[in-house]
């Protein structure tokens, strides 16, 4: 008798799943497509790999371990080569890498010497108002003004978001980072005294490396739903509340229900926002924004390139008025991606900065990224293999007033006992965090049945 149901097998829906489980729970997960993973999903080709969605996991923590052991992933877990602490950014069409600790930071000739001022006076600046949602621009020029913004922030926020700084929330968007202001009135005093905090905690430690699998972040999702009971083509259309809940699906052109004690929605906002469910509305997530998104995965020989590519990628500021966002160097991020005497390279455009460029038709598209990584990265020779991924509503943006959706969400569970939200418009868009936030949520959902 399924007790609970949840829809959608990305990594948050497994992740509450595999909980669910775990609790004792006989759980199903309804997937609208044929396979799991949602964002995540790697592509071998003789030797070569492409990420459709994350390349990295960023670091562990206690949900992360536990899934991992779960799904028999722990010996799986291929950690990122030494040389990935590198990172690169472009400023004047120049290449640098990127410092990798105060020393470094100090000496770069990719800041300038006001720039570096600016940081050493960080804990100088004023605090925010309490009742104001900055955007990140707003926050960062406060604290470590334009060059920090324009240079530093704006990478972080290409590689993670593909957003918009001053649309995006600090508060929401950089949670931990704001909270070294608000806990400790600094982020250069928080950073360190957070730090130190964390290397005299006597509580488990975890690795903050990045990993991925031999076989790509694919195996995250196959192993994970291979333990579960996963209905694939299931197009959930409708939820009904009663004394149970009922999910109404199509799949294979045939309609479809099922009851639950409990409902779990793992899909995506922008669906959720359009389910009809009865008594209830969820059209407040129609204010979410998500830009689309392109990467596409290049492998060339190791001689067309003249850049050595020897670190985790390069990201490009918007003042450099370029067309790609960055690319990811995967064949040195790790091992096994592109066979001997080839690299590849993942170049991401579109996002919030230049929607034009992920929605132009993929052959213009390609001509573009393949100028501009001659240009920056000096590739000559054509890819002797690749591979796009396109995504129409791609990552969340946690805009200024994130906080309000969040709000209604949990006044939605609230109202309708036995119905849970979770997935990455909430609080979390990485890989570990939505692990985390997933496993919480199907604890909190067990004891609903208790
Ligand atoms: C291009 C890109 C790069 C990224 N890079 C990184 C990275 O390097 N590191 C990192 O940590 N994070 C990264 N992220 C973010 C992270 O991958 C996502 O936030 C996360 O995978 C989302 O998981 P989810 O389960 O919440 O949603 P999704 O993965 O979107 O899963 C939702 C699932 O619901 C299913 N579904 C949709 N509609 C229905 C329906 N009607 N009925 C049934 N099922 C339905 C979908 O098919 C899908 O499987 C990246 C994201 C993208 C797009």
């Known amino acids: 008798m399924t007790q609970a149901i949840v829809l959608g097998a990305g990594i948050s ?14 759980v199903k997960v309804l997937e609208a497509s044929q396979r799991p993973g949602g964002a995540i999903g790697s592509i071998r080709h003789e030797g070569f790999l492409a990420e459709l969605g994350p390349h990295t996991v960023a670091g562990s923590n206690a949900a992360v ?5 779960r799904t028999g992933l722990s010996e799986r877990r291929l950690v990122a080569n030494a040389e990935s602490k590198r990172r690169f950014a472009v400023r004047d069409g120049r290449v640098f890498a990127l410092p990798g600790n105060p020393m470094d930071l100090l000496k770069t000739e ?13 804990p100088l600046a004023g605090p925010a108002r309490d009742d104001v949602d900055e955007s990140v621009t707003m926050f960062v020029k406060r604290r470590l003004g334009e060059e920090i913004l324009e240079y530093g922030i704006d990478l972080m926020i290409n590689g993670i978001w593909a957003g918009d700084p001053n649309r995006l929330s600090m508060r929401h968007a950089f949670r931990k980072v704001w ?4 806990d400790y009135g600094s982020l250069i005093k928080g950073g360190i005294k957070k730090a130190k905090a964390a290397k005299e905690d006597p509580g488990p430690k975890f690795s903050k490396e990045l990993f991925s699998f031999p076989e790509g972040n694919q195996e ?12 694939y083509d299931a197009n ?3 939820l009904e509340s009663g004394k149970k809940w009922s999910v109404k699906f199509t799949q294979g052109g045939k309609k479809r229900s099922l009851k639950a004690d409990l409902v779990v929605s793992a899909l995506p906002g922008w669906v959720l926002a359009d389910l009809p469910i009865d008594k209830m509305s969820t059209g407040f997530l129609h204010a979410l924004n998500y830009p689309s998104l392109a990467v596409e995965t290049f492998a060339f020989k190791r001689e067309d390139v003249d850049h050595p590519i020897d670190g985790f990628g390069m990201l490009v500021p918007k003042v450099e008025n370029r067309r790609i966002l960055g690319a990811l160097f995967t064949s040195s991020l790790f091992s096994g991606r592109a066979p001997d005497g080839y690299v590849t390279m993942a170049v991401f455009s579109g996002g919030l900065r230049d929607p034009q460029m992920s929605q132009m038709p993929r052959d213009a598209r390609r001509k573009i990224v393949l ?3 001659a240009d920056v990265l000096g590739v000559h020779g054509s890819p002797v293999w690749e591979y796009e991924s396109y995504w129409e509503e791609a990552i969340p943006q946690y805009e200024v007033g994130h906080g309000r959706i969040v709000v209604e969400i949990e006044a939605l569970e609230r109202r309708h006992p036995g119905f849970f ?3 990455n418009f909430r609080d979390a868009v990485s890989v570990p965090d939505l692990i985390a936030s997933g496993t919480e949520l199907g604890q909190r959902a067990a004891q609903y049945l208790d």
């Open 13 to 26: 829906g497994l992740s509450v799943a595999l909980e669910l489980q775990a609790q004792g729970v006989d």
């Open 65 to 69: 371990e536990t899934f991992l052991h």
């Open 110 to 122: 990719y800041l300038s010497g006001a720039a570096k001022l600016a940081l050493l006076r960080e």
């Open 179 to 182: 909270g070294l202001e608000s």
């Open 220 to 231: 995250l999702a196959l192993k994970a739903a291979a333990m579960l009971d996963v209905e």
């Open 236 to 238: 959930v259309v409708a």
């Open 371 to 373: 100028a501009e990584l």
């Open 421 to 423: 939200v979770s997935g």
